[in-house]
């Protein structure tokens, strides 16, 4: 059923007087990052974990003493059948569901099913079965804690926003509340990704001076999906009382952004691609006689271990390919006694991923056919975006339907942007937004084809409404589901 989901999102503004700090945290299948606004205020920023990194991985493990692993620690386990990936993408589906999503039988943990739930278990080689809500849990509690720093500490715990894909239905939704519920975490907003990104170039690129409207058409590429989205930036005026008591008085112009159209693609991000370019080099390892030293009765010598090992190569190969023409593929006794070196040329990846790219090129497509008002811009978020082919298939898809030839913008931190909107979205959700203390600065309305909003989303709304900044804003997809 297409129903309406929306996003209020009023007061930007907020963040400079957010009593409390937010979270945001943008729940990639990949790596997890989190962005955070002090309780000072300021916008938001990422701020490095204890390793100096700016992500985690959204791996959890379980070392040789049960002892649980969590991001980079868990891509270092010795015993890969004990790291759960893609856990993420178990919330809310059914066991299934991580063939689906992936596509490959490549993570070597096992998977039940529970049956009184049909929900999927996690099963690790050290004997420990988890539901997707508890991987999950312990994910996002880890990542929060790690980032956040003095803010996950505070009293009450920070309140938090989470980023998810626009695809993500009210089950998987519910899952994440359920994951959320059980790491102790304030959720007070689940966001999808093309929103937060929205949002965040809503404060870097700002309508200029005499600007009344701006068409933008956001994109997105990941790990394991892709989507594009119709995005209208405009301003109207509003009476706001900036006391927060008595009557409207004073006029303020307040931004509006608006989802006008969205559309995905799963199967179609980089993982995929790394799994196709990890084929291929095993498939050159075997043909080179790596399997002469240690076959396997059932033919091959390419096992879990050494397969994860080429899929690490294949992703370092393919991230240098997107801005050199060769990169070398290396794994250090890729089988015992065998090393493996190769050479990738752009050319030979491009053969491998062409039809995941397309598909990845088509919801931008797909949006721009609906949406005959056409655009003024084209922004680009999410890390396998900056894929050289994917790139000219997009050109290719904005100038058949469009007729112009415009360039890809990269005015938001392609990686960052969807964190740093998911805490914007998270600092508006405050005592002080509720109050109506604040002048209201922007609203943001998002669409989608499913029914959306969870018990305690609805419950962050805020009660009173006093000017049009803090109306709830709910709008149906006029186009059918993708
Ligand atoms: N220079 C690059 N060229 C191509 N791909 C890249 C580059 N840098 C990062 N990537 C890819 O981007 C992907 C990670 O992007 P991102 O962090 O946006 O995904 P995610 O949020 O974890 O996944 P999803 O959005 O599907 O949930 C990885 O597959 C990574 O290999
Ligand atoms: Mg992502």
Not at 373 to 402: K, W
Request: hydrophobic letters at 45%.
């Amino acid at each position: 059923m297409s129903v309406i989901f929306a996003v209020l999102f009023s007061q930007l503004n907020v963040i400079v007087s957010v009593a409390g700090v937010a979270v945001g945290v943008d729940f990639g299948a990949i790596s997890t990052r989190v962005a955070v606004v002090m309780r000072d205020g300021g916008l938001p920023y990422l701020h490095p974990n204890a390793l100096g990194a700016r992500s985690m991985p959204s791996l959890i493990g379980f070392g040789d003493r049960g002892e649980r692993l969590v991001g980079e620690r868990a891509d270092m386990a010795a015993c890969i059948s004990c790291v759960f990936h893609g856990a993420r993408d178990l919330l809310g589906l059914p066991a299934t569901a991580m063939t689906r999503a992936w596509g490959y039988a490549f993570f070597k943990y096992n998977l039940t099913t529970v049956p009184e739930r049909r929900t999927p278990l996690l099963v690790s080689l050290t004997g420990k079965n988890f539901l997707p809500e508890e991987v999950g849990a312990m994910l996002l509690k880890e990542a929060v804690k790690d980032f956040a720093g003095e803010a996950a500490g505070q009293a009450g715990g920070p309140r938090v926003a989470v980023a998810v894909p626009p695809q993500w239905t009210q089950r998987r939704r519910q899952a994440l509340i359920d994951a959320c519920n059980i790491a102790g975490l304030n959720l007070t907003s689940i966001i999808s990704d093309h929103a937060a990104a929205a949002l965040q170039y809503g404060v870097e690129q700002p309508l200029r001076k005499g600007e009344r409207r701006r068409t933008v058409l956001i994109v997105g590429l990941g790990a394991t999906s892709g989507y594009a989205a119709i995005v209208r930036y405009s301003a109207y005026t509003a009476k706001v009382n900036p006391g927060g008591r008595g009557r409207p008085s004073a006029a303020v112009s307040v931004p509006y952004i608006a989802v006008k159209r969205i559309a995905w693609e799963e199967g179609v991000g980089g993982w995929h691609m790394d799994a196709l370019l990890a084929k291929h080099l095993a498939g050159q390892a075997e043909a080179g006689g790596a399997c002469s030293a240690a076959p396997s009765p059932a033919g091959g010598c390419i096992g879990p271990r050494a397969m994860s090992r080429l899929l690490a190569a294949a992703r370092k190969a393919r991230e240098v390919l997107s801005v050199n023409t060769e990169a070398a593929a290396q794994v250090t006794d890729l089988v015992p006694g065998r090393d493996f070196s190769t050479t990738v040329t752009r050319a030979q990846f491009e053969d491998l991923a062409r039809e995941i790219v397309e598909r990845a090129a088509k919801p931008a497509a797909r949006v721009l056919r609906s949406y005959p008002a056409g655009i003024d811009a084209i922004e680009l978020v999410g890390g396998a975006s900056r894929t050289p082919l994917f790139q000219a298939l997009l050109r290719q898809a904005v100038s058949a339907a469009t007729g112009r030839d415009l360039p890809l913008g990269r005015h938001v931190n392609t990686d960052e942007a969807v964190a740093l909107g998911a805490a914007l979205r998270a600092a508006n959700v405050t005592a002080a937004v509720k109050d109506g203390r604040a002048p209201p600065r922007a609203a943001l309305q998002d669409i989608s084809p499913f029914t959306l909003g969870g018990r305690r989303q609805r419950r962050a709304r805020p009660r009173r409404r006093r000017h049009p900044g803090l109306e709830d804003r709910f709008h149906r997809q006029r186009h059918a589901r993708p």
